[in-house]
């Protein structure tokens, strides 16, 4: 299983190294050096988020629609070539949007959409089987495989795009953003070989089909789910709506290079790796919910010191903002994903999962569009480009602030009480009807 594991971290690797690209220097260039619009920007970095629901309807189809004996493996394998093929188009769009919006935009809407597309196909898929081939013991180690190499993978590509670009000029980001596709689609292919088994029957029971209906009624019924959702959403979208900002602040608050700010995300990546590091090592003997507390907290401190970093003008204090960024994203991310397994009822895992899953696609995707149309209205508003991104960050730790609040009335116990009412199950039936 050992070796299984490490393909499966691959294929994560491959997929995300697709992403790092787009989220920390495409979008830098498309609204510094290209002065395009924050808020389309935020838009078409957002529409994998934009096309989350589908993953339910794709795990429920390849489920029961095997290809050549294979569930997960075909659909994998297209979800990351149609995310290779988003990542090298995806400058050629940027450059063609500066001169030709038009037609550039509807490239850039075919371009990021064959991304978001590949990457929620795939992402289903490869989560499925990791989910098939590990079983219920070996799912924690699987996840946590996968995520490290996750992350160490977002650093290197990130300190390899920094230096394939330095100095920057269009034909050098061309180049790297192609160097990055190859690498990603061979280690993908690489994950592929000989992981999952052929088989020529469709299993019985191979997957649970929830309606948006049956899984709106089993967050409201219960009062722990409501605000769990409330603060999954305001965390989320808080802490990773700043990834299509960030790096535009760099440039414009301290005149950073692309390659400059391009290496904010392999600082960042590097802390949240030790903060995990760190939180599994908690796991255990510190509550989940004062972990948790420590990384919102972190996080929203470094909020405070990345806008403080903007008004003094100091590019230390807005790498130190980065640096509590990063640690809190790091303790945050384990203890709440740890709070969401524990939030779920026997029999009922598939839908509360895909709960918070669907809470989290929507955190993404209103908290990025959300950052560039504050940003391009506060800029317009005030005639001064950084007051946009001050504003956003401020928003970003109010709204970890109120969550930080929330997190206080999240009780493991008290919804494990409730759903072992004898009635639980059959009142969400029944409301669900």
Request: glycine share 10%; hydrophobic share 55%.
């Amino acid at each position: 299983m050992l070796v299984k594991r490490f393909q499966l971290g691959l294929i994560h690797v491959a997929v995300a190294m697709t992403l790092v690209p787009i989220n920390s220097t495409l979008n830098r260039v498309m609204i510094k050096e290209l002065a395009i619009s924050a808020t389309l920007v935020a838009i078409l970095a957002s529409l994998p988020y934009l096309l989350a629901p589908i993953q339910v309807a794709i795990g429920s189809y390849s489920d029961h629609h095997p290809i050549l004996g294979y569930r997960r493996s075909p659909y994998i394998l297209v979800g990351l070539l149609l995310c290779v093929l988003g990542l090298i188009v995806s400058p050629y769009v940027a450059f063609l949007m500066a001169g030709n919006f038009p037609l550039g935009l509807l490239a850039g809407v075919l371009a990021f959409g064959a991304w978001g597309m590949g990457y929620n196909l795939s992402a289903v898929s490869y989560l499925s089987l990791a989910s098939e081939l590990s079983g219920e013991n070996g799912r924690g180690k699987t996840i946590a495989t996968m995520w490290f190499m996750m992350i160490v993978a977002i650093i290197v590509t990130a300190i390899g795009l920094s230096r394939m670009m330095d100095p920057y000029t269009p034909g050098a980001m061309i180049r790297a953003f192609g160097v990055v596709s190859a690498t990603a689609l061979v280690l993908g292919l690489i994950g592929l070989i000989r992981l999952e088994p052929r088989s020529k029957a469709v299993p019985a029971g191979a997957s649970e089909n929830y309606t948006i209906k049956q899984m709106t009624s089993a967050i409201t019924a219960n009062p722990v789910a409501r605000v769990f959702f409330i603060y999954l959403f305001l965390l989320l979208a808080a802490i990773l709506g700043q990834d299509v900002l960030l790096e535009p602040f760099g440039g414009e608050a301290f005149g950073m290079t692309v390659t400059q700010t391009t290496r904010i995300t392999s600082i960042w990546g590097t802390f949240v790796l030790l903060a995990i590091i760190v939180a599994g090592l908690l796991e255990g003997r510190v509550a989940k919910r004062i972990v948790a507390q420590f990384g919102n907290i972190g996080a929203l401190l470094g909020f405070v010191v990345i806008v403080l970093s903007g008004i003094l003008f100091s590019r230390s204090v807005f790498y130190t903002g980065v640096t509590l960024l990063g640690i809190g994203t790091g303790f945050a991310t384990v203890a709440n994903l740890s709070l969401m397994f524990d939030l779920t009822v026997p029999g009922m895992v598939g839908l509360y999962i895909g709960a918070w899953g669907f809470s989290n696609a929507l955190s993404r995707l209103v908290g990025s569009i959300l950052g560039g149309v504050v940003r391009d209205v506060v800029t317009l508003a005030t005639g001064q480009v950084l007051s946009g991104y001050l504003v956003v960050f401020s928003i970003e730790a109010l709204m970890l602030l109120i969550a930080t609040i929330m997190l206080q009335r999240i009780d493991v116990s008290a919804f494990q009480k409730r759903i072992h009412e004898p009635s639980y199950i059959e009142k969400v039936a029944l409301a669900a009807e």
